[in-house]
């Protein structure tokens, strides 16, 4: 079966694409699926440095699209999974190098030996974003519970209704899902913060997965290692919930309620 | 709920704000989202041909599209109040010169249509 194409995406900066797309990247190969996850943020790279292997980058997509390099050897194998592969992008050319027929030929390269390819979107809703949900699948909108992210996720759910391949081609729509990141059980019980309720009535898509405000991700990104590999942490967990979901598999939410942290835990600090 | 806002009057619900400011605006770009194309360039065309008739700005010129079931409706709305219509000449060619107020007719009582009796 050929692979499918994952796009993660946002239109608002700094949501936790990046986050999120190396951990459901990883959560997949986890689960025994040959992945690859793909930097489309030409110029300002950061993939490598979530994934733990920028100082193994030798070429990159942008070479391969130009025909100056092979695909394999391009793509880094994760040295934590053997299924998961990481394809970097330049970090000195600019979006224009991503040529849209470039990106087809490297993509269907792919399909064949992969079973999901995972696309990390740069911000923004120009050429660099265009091209990195053109040609997906599946899109997950990570959104914060927040108003500027809200209004940027609705209007990246319009453009892959009107730019995608799929929409562009009348064949069936992009399947869209909502993962609200930054989620803070808190701050909601306070009124402080737009509830899940509140943000899967306005974008009225279907949720994925409900990550909670987690000391863990920064740890992670700290590291290089995706956050699904400390999987005691509340964020791992929910981001493997959310790729069980993503498998057709049913999971209960978690992590919504304020936690009730033991006296032993606020001691010693840990989340 | 009362006494607490009085006393803490800066810890209001704002998510429910944020909730609703996102309702209104949202509706308003996915409108104008799905709107045609051509929207624009009609509305600028119709000002042109209004305009050598009426005084009238831009803003008093709506050009719209609603849906209701499975039905569209291309809707326009020329605002004409306290707008003055300009002396009918040659279309545009009228609308150089100075516009004259609506001439509201003053009833003559001398000249009753035939099918009004003098009263």
């Not at chain 1, 030409?42 to 490598?48: A, E, I, K, P, S």
């Not at chain 1, 979107?121 to 053109?134: D, Q, R």
């Not at chain 2, 005084?55 to 079931?69: K, P």
């Not at chain 2, 709305?77 to 300009?86: C, F, W």
Request: glycine residues 8%; contains cysteine; aromatic residues 6%.
């Amino acid at each position: 079966m050929p692979a499918k194409v994952i796009v993660l995406t946002s239109g608002k900066g700094g949501v936790g694409k990046t986050t999120s797309a190396a951990a459901v990247a990883a959560g997949l190969a986890l689960r025994g699926n040959r992945t690859v996850v793909i930097d489309f943020d030409v110029g300002l790279r950061n993939l490598d440095l979530i994934m733990g292997c920028e100082r193994r980058v030798v070429f990159d997509f942008i070479n391969v699209i130009n025909g100056d390099a092979k695909l394999n050897q391009a793509l880094i194998k994760d040295r934590r999974n053997d299924n998961l592969f990481i394809f970097p992008t330049s970090q000195t050319r600019d979006k224009d190098a991503l040529k849209r027929d470039g990106v087809e030929r490297v993509l269907d390269e792919m399909r064949e030996n992969f079973d999901y390819i995972i696309c990390d979107s740069p911000a923004g809703i120009e050429h660099g974003a265009i091209t990195a949900l053109y040609f997906a699948d599946v899109a997950i909108i990570v959104t914060n519970p927040e108003v500027s992210s809200v209004r940027d996720s609705d209007r990246i759910i319009g453009i892959l209704a009107s730019k995608s391949r799929r929409a562009e081609n009348n064949m069936d729509p992009v399947e869209v899902h909502l993962l609200l990141t930054r989620y803070s059980p808190e701050r909601v019980d306070k009124g402080e913060m737009l509830a899940i309720a509140d943000v899967k009535e306005i974008l009225s898509i279907p949720l994925l997965g409900v990550i909670p405000e987690s000391e863990s991700v920064l740890r992670a990104s700290n590291t290089g290692t995706p956050v699904v590999f400390d999987d005691g942490s509340p964020a791992g967990q929910a981001y493997l919930d959310a790729v069980a979901r993503l498998l057709g598999e049913e999971r209960e939410m978690r992590f919504l309620k304020p936690e009730r942290r033991s006296f032993f835990r606020s001691l010693f600090g840990r989340a | 709920m009362g006494l607490l806002d009085f006393l803490f009057p800066e810890r209001r619900n704002t998510a429910a704000v944020a909730r609703d400011r996102l309702k209104i605006v949202l509706a308003h770009e996915r409108a104008s989202r799905e709107a045609p194309d051509f929207l624009p360039a009609l509305q600028k065309d119709l000002l042109d041909v209004v305009e050598r008739y009426v005084e009238i700005r831009g803003d008093m010129l709506h050009v719209n599209v609603g849906h209701s079931g499975d039905t569209s409706m291309l809707e326009i709305n020329v605002e004409l109040d306290g707008a003055t219509i300009k002396p009918i000449k040659n279309g545009a060619a009228a609308a150089r010169r100075a516009p004259v107020p609506i001439a509201v007719p003053k009833p003559d009582p001398g000249s009753h249509p035939p099918w009004v009796k003098p009263g």
